[in-house]
Structure formats: structure tokens, C-alpha cells
């Protein structure tokens, strides 16, 4: 026997162990509810044989027995609560058979490969890892409509992060997920299955406990059982957290023997999708999002976004190279559907965005994107600028006409004495502000209409959109430099030829001659933090933007 079976053998020991060690607690718990009763038990059947005779002894059983019909009441409402609350599902885009025949012949080619059950299903999610899910709880099979597929169903889904199928190429994947998919073996295991469906179940009587809108009375037993749950959490942190620590050293070591030596290096790429998808989200996409666009091609985007970044930085040279072989999303029927189902929940999980698209919830292609989103984000900021000018009693620019808003006006406001950038920074908080509550707030995900598919977020629970904010609360000062950003840019575009471009990396960009210009933050900078406007208008000259030309607003 080798060393990695060796070591194979005692991760799957140490797992089945800590699940002993779960199921132990479990049972400890039932010992604890039927003690009472079991007492009661003894001292009626003592009763019963002539011993521990008269009144004292009588009022002590009846105590006892009432105590353990309390006792067991309880403890079954509590079971009941724990047995109906809904394990949170990760929110997923499923990946039909008919629609990934390629992809779903991989995985089971890799789990025959590992000796281990092959996954139930493969569902895609906008984010960069991948794991194994479970949904065999009764809840999850009625929301799929597969009330008759227990048996099947008994394994994980596979999840797989939609980024990686763009990216990587088809061997590199099948790398990756050989880990994953070697999980399934600790799943099938009855001890392990068992104690992650009893965490799992504290788990969401937890979450129903502390979930609001339910009144005193009728919270009263979901809040009771929840902190029972809670107790019993307590005492399985650690047994948990191991388990599932054996279980994936026991997944590693068997994946060991399948293309070990490419895994090594589609880890890299794993690290490197991570990044340019989060730059995507937070530089591109979410500049969109707050326009009332979701971009419908994330995942191709991550592809350009990542080779921009190969030829910005020396360190990922080398990696565009791969880009020759088959990707990974050949394996799909329909990849641009797919594409668009994630971006969609991309966009809901992090901005909050409804789940159908509509006048103010909008597609937009990448071609689009510089018309769509960065040149309307830019004038509708300068408009928002002007706005907050005009409620503050702002005289206009004086080399400028009255009538039309201008850059001069801005720039002589923030370059005057007494420090104006600071009441301006708040104002043009407090005008965001008020646009943002002007927009219907998301709220939980809606049921999804008669005759559509279910919703992805329906298993989550009724947590409002969005789930993961991208990004923190701006400063009164940042959002300020942004508006006077986009202003300076509308002026580019109107006075000078300049034109509204993306760049993968950075978002919206502002292009001269064809040539992206990243250096206008500084200027900006200085004029708003403080009020120094000698390097900005050496920008405009240089770039020929005249500040006493009317700019054209939304």
C-alpha cells in the first residue's frame, strides 16, 4: 500500500470519526429529553410493585411525570422546527444534461477515474471555486419538481464557478475539479451524510430563529428553538470543522493520481481568474449596475480582462498562450445562455437587481457598454454636480455663459477660499442619497411567475438583495471627485474629440486620440482635497478641453 493510501485511509478514519462524534452529541441530546420520562417510568413501575409506597412518593411521580411530558413536548417542537426549516442552497444556475452532454461526460469520466459515485447534477455560479452541494432535502426536491428521484439524487450537486469554464481550458478543469468530484466517496459515507444533515438542520433553525417579521407569539417557538439549536452548534463547531477538514485532506490525496502534475499549474489560473473577475465586478460591472444595465456577457468578459492584464504585467506573460486550446465552455450546448443566466445572477447577488429585465433593468452588449454606461454615467454625474451647484446658489463661471453648465464653474467654485470642497462633498452625498432612495429598494427574491423556471435565489432564505455588497459606503469626498471626474470627461468628450471607451481592468476609461488617459485622477485630486487647480488645467491644455464650453448633460 502506498503512502497516499496510507494517508487516504486515516483522513477517511479521522472524518467517519468526527461524524461518530457529531451523532454522539445528537444522541446525548435525545438521552438529556427522555430522562424525565424514563424516571417518570421507574418510579410508576416501583409504585406499581408495592415499593416506594404513600403520598410523598405519589406526588413525587406525578411531579416527575408531568415534568417529562413537558420535557418531550418541547423537545418535539423543537425536532419539528429543526426537521422543517429549509437548509439555505446556494444560489446556482442549473446546468441541464441535454445542455452539457461534453461537460457531464467529463465529470463522470473523472469519477470513474477516482472510484468514487459520480455527482447528481452540475449547476454554474458567478464566482470563482467550486465545491459539492447537498439537496437532497425534501424542500429542495419539491422547488426542482423531482419528488421521484430520491435514489438518484442522493448525491451532491457539483457546482462549478462560471468563470473557470471561460477561462481555463478543457484538461486544466478536469485538474481543478478532480478534488471536488473525489468528494463524493466522503458523501456517500452513512455516518458522514448523517452528521452533516443534522448540522446542516441546526443550521437553518438558526437562521429561521433569528429571521425577522414574525410576531411575539407566533416567534416565540422558532426563537426557542433557534437558541437550542444554537447550543447544540456550539458544542459541534469543532467536530464539524474537522470532518469536513479530513474530508477534503481525503478528496486531495485521492485526486492525487489524476493529472496531478496539471493541477499544479491550473492552480495558477485559478488564482489568476479570481482576480480578474473581481476587478470585472467592482471596475466594470458595477458601474453598470448602478446605471440600471447588467452587462450579459461576464464571463467572456473575464477572458478579455485577463488578457489585458497578461499584457499589462510581465509576471502572467505566457498565459494568453493557452488561449489556442479548446476552453472549457465548448463543453456547453449554448454558452452565450449560459453566460447570460450567470450574469443575470451576478448582477442580483451583488447590486440587488431584479430578476427580470425591463426599461430600467436592461441588457447591455460589451460594444454597447461606452455609450450605454460610461458616457451616460459621466453626464449623469455632471448633471448631479450642477444640481447640488444651482440648490447651493453657485454663481456661474465668470468667462463663461450664465445659461449653460460649464467646467469653469466648477473648477473656480473648488478652487475659492474658505474650503467649499467640504459643503460640496455633502451635498453631492446627500443628492446621491436621495437618487438612491428614489429607486425601489430590492427586497427578498420574488416567487417566480406561473410557467418559468424556479428562481435561483428561491432556496437562499429572506435575506434582502443584495447578498454580497461589492463594495463599502463611499465618502461625501470620493463620490465629489467621481462627479468632477465625469465632469472633466464630459467636457473631453464635447470640446476636444475625446470619446467614452472601457477598459478591462479599470472600468470606464476616457480615450484621447484612441489612447486611453489614466492620469486624470491626480489633477482631480488636487483640486477637490485641496483646492489647487493649477494641475488640472495644465491636463486641459494639454488635452485641448476648453472649461468655458457648454457641456451637454442628461
Do not use: N
Not at 477538514?245 to 489568476?272: F, N
Not at 437618487?435 to 435575506?463: H, K, M, N, S, Y
Not at 486624470?520 to 476648453?546: F, H, I, M, Y
Amino acid at each position: 500500500m502506498s503512502g497516499i493510501d496510507v494517508g487516504e485511509e486515516l483522513g477517511a478514519r479521522a472524518a467517519q470519526a468526527r461524524a461518530l462524534a457529531l451523532l454522539r452529541i445528537r444522541s446525548r441530546a435525545l438521552a438529556v429529553v427522555i430522562t424525565p420520562a424514563a424516571v417518570a417510568v421507574v418510579l410508576f413501575a416501583a409504585g406499581a410493585q408495592g415499593h416506594l409506597g404513600g403520598a410523598f412518593w405519589d406526588g413525587v411521580r406525578w411531579a416527575v411525570a408531568a415534568v417529562s411530558v413537558v420535557v418531550l413536548l418541547v423537545a418535539a417542537a423543537v425536532a419539528v422546527s429543526v426537521a422543517r426549516a429549509r437548509p439555505a442552497v446556494s444560489p446556482t444556475v442549473p446546468v441541464a444534461e441535454e445542455g452539457a452532454p461534453d461537460l457531464y461526460r467529463l465529470v463522470r469520466d473523472l469519477a470513474d477515474r477516482l472510484g468514487v459515485p459520480a455527482p447528481s447534477a452540475i449547476a454554474l455560479t458567478p464566482d470563482c471555486d467550486s465545491w459539492l452541494e447537498d439537496r437532497t432535502h425534501r424542500a429542495h426536491r419539491a422547488h426542482r419538481g423531482g419528488a421521484g428521484r430520491e435514489a438518484k439524487e442522493a448525491a451532491p450537486v457539483l457546482v462549478i464557478g462560471s468563470p473557470f469554464l471561460w477561462w481555463m481550458r478543457v484538461a486544466e478543469l478536469r485538474a481543478v475539479l478532480a478534488p471536488v468530484v473525489a468528494g463524493t466517496d466522503s458523501s456517500a459515507h452513512p455516518d458522514i451524510a448523517a452528521a452533516r444533515r443534522f448540522v446542516r438542520g441546526l443550521d437553518a433553525a438558526v437562521a429561521d430563529g433569528a429571521a425577522p417579521g414574525r410576531g411575539a407569539l407566533r416567534g416565540a417557538p422558532v426563537t426557542f428553538a433557534g437558541w437550542v439549536a444554537r447550543l447544540l452548534l456550539r458544542a459541534c463547531r469543532e467536530h464539524a470543522a474537522e470532518m469536513e477538514r479530513c474530508v477534503a485532506a481525503t478528496a486531495s490525496m485521492r485526486a492525487q493520481g489524476v493529472d496531478y502534475a496539471l493541477r499544479i499549474a491550473a492552480q495558477e489560473q485559478v488564482g489568476l481568474a479570481y482576480a480578474g473577475w473581481d476587478r470585472l465586478l467592482t471596475r466594470v460591472a458595477l458601474p453598470a449596475w448602478r446605471m440600471g444595465r447588467w452587462p450579459s456577457r461576464l464571463d467572456a468578459g473575464v477572458v478579455s480582462a485577463l488578457t489585458e492584464l497578461s499584457r499589462r504585467d510581465r509576471l502572467a506573460d505566457g498565459f494568453t498562450s493557452r488561449l489556442g486550446e479548446r476552453p472549457a465552455c465548448d463543453l456547453l450546448e449554448e454558452p452565450g445562455v449560459a453566460d447570460e443566466a450567470t450574469s443575470l445572477l451576478a448582477a442580483r447577488l451583488f447590486h440587488g437587481g431584479p430578476a427580470e429585465s425591463g426599461p430600467d433593468w436592461a441588457p447591455v452588449d460589451w460594444q454597447q457598454y461606452p455609450e450605454e454606461v460610461v458616457d451616460r454615467k459621466w453626464r449623469t454625474e455632471a448633471a448631479r454636480l450642477h444640481r447640488v451647484l444651482d440648490a447651493m446658489g453657485v454663481p456661474p463661471a465668470s468667462a463663461a455663459d450664465p445659461a449653460v453648465p460649464t467646467l469653469a464653474r466648477v473648477m473656480e467654485h473648488l478652487a475659492g477660499p474658505g474650503g467649499p470642497g467640504e459643503e460640496l462633498a455633502a451635498g453631492i452625498g446627500a443628492a446621491v442619497a436621495r437618487d438612491d432612495a428614489r429607486t425601489p429598494a430590492p427586497g427578498p427574491a420574488q416567487p417566480a411567475p406561473v410557467g418559468v423556471g424556479p428562481d435561483p435565489l428561491d432556496l437562499w432564505g429572506p435575506d434582502p438583495l443584495p447578498l454580497f455588497p461589492l463594495q463599502p459606503p463611499r465618502t461625501g469626498t470620493e463620490l465629489l471627485a467621481d462627479h468632477v471626474a465625469a465632469m472633466v470627461c464630459c467636457a473631453a468628450v464635447d470640446t476636444a474629440g475625446a470619446a467614452p471607451g472601457l477598459d478591462w481592468l479599470d472600468g470606464p476609461a476616457l480615450l484621447v486620440d484612441g489612447e486611453r488617459r489614466a492620469d486624470l485622477a491626480t489633477p482631480v485630486l488636487s483640486l477637490v482635497e485641496d483646492g489647487d487647480p493649477d494641475p488640472l488645467r495644465s491636463w486641459l491644455a494639454e488635452v485641448g478641453v476648453r472649461s468655458d464650453k457648454p457641456v451637454r448633460l442628461v
